[in-house]
């Protein structure tokens, strides 16, 4: 009897074995919204352009894409078609050249200046890639796989979404329009019969403005749908609340945090030798001399250590007839584009006797100008968002925070510094799988928060980092 | 002798994960079954950890104890706001215990001990959500415990032991660089300690026990920090480093009571408080690049105190049976909580089993089982939030034999 006892007592303990721990908390939902059928409308940041190219892999990588894998648990269908290019390497246009040539993506490779000394950097994944080559790609039309999840365009601005025959100018869009001479943008969304919409548009119209240095325009307010900003973003919501009631819309992030701006720095010219110094002053004794004699308070002066680059500035208050002194030192806040010619600095005196051309850089007023329009766009975007009671992502606050503060998520580390700083890919403006990934997360919350689902997060781990040879 | 050692060699993988932080308390068989309390006990040459002061009234003149326990742990992580679930595949840990102690006088008795009462095994999968933070430690020290104790009257024994202590840690983390980078750290140290105690029978049925262990530094010089990195870093990171850490095993002081309520029923209840404030910050410095490398990890841990209840019936005088019930709480700081020590609030119960076929000779099987409950935790400087629930199953056995 009492071993019969000791023996239940014994096997107890087995029993209890038997539940090994087991955490399952998250119940995935839809909550107030219908997340059946997904669309993505937007510019390069919503079509997965990263490290200056559309390629296969980053489109894949693309925020929207992991938006819509994530959906699936709170019901979405799982259909999220992208227009894949057909390469790994990709095609994107370069920064500056005109006319514009065709590139790869950026990889960090290996580059050797004109002074013989080799550094790590973003360098293209094909170094003189074949632009034909390049081009019958990026002309191949993918329109018999469509309809597209995925409409963003590279490139465009808010007016281009209702421009007909956009195809025909901007080849991201025509490889997967139907009838690229007519199509309008705008339109593709109803194809997919969406019940759910991602808006964030705006930054190209005023990025183009920044990234050309202040050379090309920035969209008026005002005006009719596919010129003014106002009326075209407003038509673009309410085109697309007619397809699907719900979606969460983002705003415009200040550009001037970007690396592609915040990367050179405003004084990278190094005066080690006396002579160089007073060769260089001397140089611009009459230039001094010039500007006090008309009373204006420009100087050009060189020390030993780092100097402030001399940059052209056509905003400069001089008489006509001296046009051709528009040039001056940089001030500390102005910006020095990443798409400056390093090897110009370095060798070709950019800078020190040849003053910086305007558009690889951005004077105050120039920053003034962006900063002024990025805010009245973000006014009429909160406003749209408000009226249409959408979801919405400040991702201008969180760009603000992440440049100021960094960000951290699963331990990788996200700040706005090139390369190590993980959020952006290599060419300084668009984002990479990690930060594809962070951005992606915050599109969650925003929507989890305003239609009261719970569509699960991704690890940032699950992403790769910038890969280094 | 080769037999032990040997037996040696096969425990020494000894290394675990449960609550309490990364102490381990499986230090003898007779105390594991009945809630792991010993300070108040007679339980011959496994007092040398629980409280020297009571080998002097250990029944016989030599007495020899050796054992292990084999712990079986499971830990699992779901991501905060996520659907995402990873367990831990937590290696098998084998905490054991050598005693042996020698009454010289009706006055004097000696003891040596060994034991591991520290130790922590996490093995997290390498491509986890949490592989920046860990992706597997483990953790051990082994103590060696010269004892001497005198009989001050027949009714108080005090005892002091020395301890030596060596430890080894190893931990990978992964790097968050391409091609599955990661860093490698391994290294060994030794330190030393004391562990004092008394006993106080002032009747028969009725026993208490204090016992005060010393915290011990265990600083490691010149480990082994192995960085597998992409090429183009080699340059700024060595491949091969050394780096200095530190470890502090924390000060113990346990109060125990044990009462005959009948001649074959004990009843026990200890207090145990550990001072785990002492980990406050795990850091590394490494000897090159040390600016770009060194770390301060905070860790924040909190003083704790585990109260303990357990009973121990002797069915006749060959068999004694034991449970015991105690509530470990976490020392962690919910803010600092890292994956690298899943320490959760614990409540366990213990079973035991003692027989003894002939003479001096005892044969104790334990049972233990931990419950982690589940919390919701978050390593704040790394941004990594989630949801932990532990478990852990634990027999053990020992064999004792005074003559």
Not at chain 1, 270 to 292: K, R
Not at chain 2, 76 to 99: D, H, I, L, V, W
Request: glycine share 8%; net charge neutral; proline share 6%.
């Amino acid at each position: 009897m009492k071993t019969k006892k000791l023996i239940y007592i014994l096997l107890l303990p087995l029993f209890i074995y038997s539940c090994k721990p087991e955490v399952n908390d998250f119940k995935p939902s839809n909550g107030n919204a219908d997340f059946t059928s997904f669309v993505a409308v937007g510019n390069s940041l919503t079509a997965g352009y990263a490290s200056g190219a559309l390629y296969t892999s980053g489109q894949k990588a693309g925020f929207a894409n992991i938006l819509a894998k994530q959906m699936v648990f709170a019901g979405g269908n799982g259909t999220f078609k992208i227009p894949l290019m057909p390469t790994e390497d990709g095609v994107g246009v370069a920064e500056s050249g005109n006319p514009p040539t065709l590139r790869t993506k950026l990889v960090m490779g290996y580059s050797t200046d004109c002074l013989g000394q080799t550094s790590l950097g973003p360098v293209p994944a094909v170094a003189d890639p074949d632009q034909q080559e390049l081009a019958a790609e990026l002309m191949t039309s993918v329109a018999g796989d469509g309809p597209f999840n995925n409409i963003a365009v590279p490139g465009i601005k808010v007016g281009h979404l209702f421009a007909p025959g956009l195809g025909t100018l901007n080849p991201f869009y025509g490889r997967f329009a139907e009838n690229p001479q007519t199509d309008v943008l705008i339109s593709e969304a109803a194809k997919v019969n969406p019940t759910f919409f991602l808006l964030w548009i705006g930054n190209n119209d005023v990025l183009d403005y920044a990234a050309s240095g202040g050379v090309a325009p920035i969209t008026p307010v005002d005006g009719d749908v596919g010129f003014g900003f106002r009326a075209s973003y407003t038509a673009a919501v309410q085109t697309l609340m007619q397809e699907a009631p719900e979606g969460v819309v983002a705003n415009i992030p200040s550009v001037t945090s970007a690396p592609y701006f915040t990367t050179v720095p405003y004084n990278p010219v190094v005066l080690t030798d006396p002579d160089a110094v007073s060769q260089l002053n001397s140089a611009y004794a009459l230039y001094n001399q010039m500007m006090e004699a008309n009373g204006l308070p420009y100087r050009i002066n060189w020390t030993l250590g780092q100097n402030p680059m001399v940059i052209f500035d056509k905003d400069m208050p001089l008489p006509d007839a001296y046009a051709q002194f528009k040039f001056r030192q940089i001030k500390a806040d102005e910006l020095v584009l990443l798409s400056i010619p390093q090897d110009s600095i370095k060798c070709a005196q950019w800078g020190t006797a040849k003053p910086v051309p305007d558009m690889y850089v951005l004077t105050e007023k120039e920053i003034q100008k962006v900063n002024n329009a990025t805010h009245q766009f973000n006014k009429i975007i909160k406003e749209n968002v408000d009226a249409n009671n959408l979801a919405f992502l400040n991702v201008n606050s969180l760009m603000k925070q992440i440049s100021e503060q960094g960000i951290m998520a699963d331990g990788v580390e996200f700040t706005s510094t090139l390369v190590t700083g993980n959020l952006f890919s290599l060419d300084g403006i668009h984002l990479s799988a990690q930060g594809n990934a962070l951005v992606a997360n915050y599109f969650i919350r925003a929507i989890n928060s305003k239609y009261n689902s719970a569509i699960p997060q991704v690890n940032i781990t699950d992403y790769p980092p910038i890969l280094l040879p | 002798m080769k037999k032990f050692i040997t037996f040696l060699t096969l425990v020494f993988m000894s290394s675990t994960i449960f609550a309490g932080g990364y102490q381990v308390r499986l230090q003898g068989n007779k105390q594991t079954g009945i809630g792991l309390i010993g300070t108040p006990m007679i339980y011959g040459s496994s007092s040398t950890f629980y409280n020297p002061g009571s080998l002097p009234f250990m029944k016989k003149k030599w007495d020899f104890d050796v054992g292990a326990s084999f712990i079986f742990s499971n830990v699992a992580f779901q991501k905060a706001k996520s659907n995402y679930q990873a367990k831990s595949e937590n290696k098998t840990g084998t905490p054991f215990y050598a005693y042996g102690a020698f009454k010289i006088s009706h006055l004097i008795t000696v003891g040596l001990g060994v034991y591991t009462p520290y130790g922590s095994s996490e093995t997290w999968n390498d491509q986890w959500a949490g592989k920046l933070l860990i992706q597997n430690i483990s953790l051990q020290a082994i103590y060696i415990q010269p004892t001497i104790a005198f009989n001050i009257s027949d009714k108080v024994g005090i005892g002091a032991g020395f301890v030596y202590a060596m430890g080894n840690v190893k931990m990978q983390r992964a790097l968050n660089y391409s091609g599955d980078s990661y860093v490698n750290l391994d290294g060994k140290t030794t330190s030393i300690g004391y562990n004092v105690g008394i006993f106080w029978k002032p009747i028969e049925k009725l026993r208490l026990g204090l016992d005060y262990r010393s915290a011990i530094k265990m600083s490691v010089v010149d480990g082994d920090a192995t960085f597998k990195i992409p090429q183009s870093l080699q340059g700024t990171i060595p491949e091969n480093n050394k780096f200095d850490a530190e470890l502090p095993l924390p000060a113990n002081l346990d109060f125990g009571l044990a009462v005959y309520a009948t001649d074959k029923l004990l009843l026990s209840f200890e207090l145990d408080y550990v001072w785990w404030s002492v980990y406050d910050t795990l850091t590394f410095t490494f000897k090159d690049q040390g600016d770009l490398l060194n770390s301060n990890n905070p860790r924040l841990y909190k003083n704790t105190l585990i109260p303990r209840f357990g009973i121990e019936y002797d069915i006749n005088k060959t068999i004694l049976v034991k449970g015991g019930f105690y509530y470990d709480s976490s020392p962690t700081n919910e803010n600092y909580f890292s994956p690298e020590t899943v320490s959760l609030n614990t409540v366990a119960y213990t079973l035991g089993l003692s027989i003894m076929p002939v003479d001096g000779l005892s044969i104790d099987v334990s049972w233990l089982q931990l419950f982690g409950r589940k919390a919701e935790k978050n390593y704040s400087p790394d941004k990594f939030q989630g949801t932990y629930q532990s478990a852990a199953v634990i027999p053990g056995i020992g064999i004792s034999y005074s003559f």
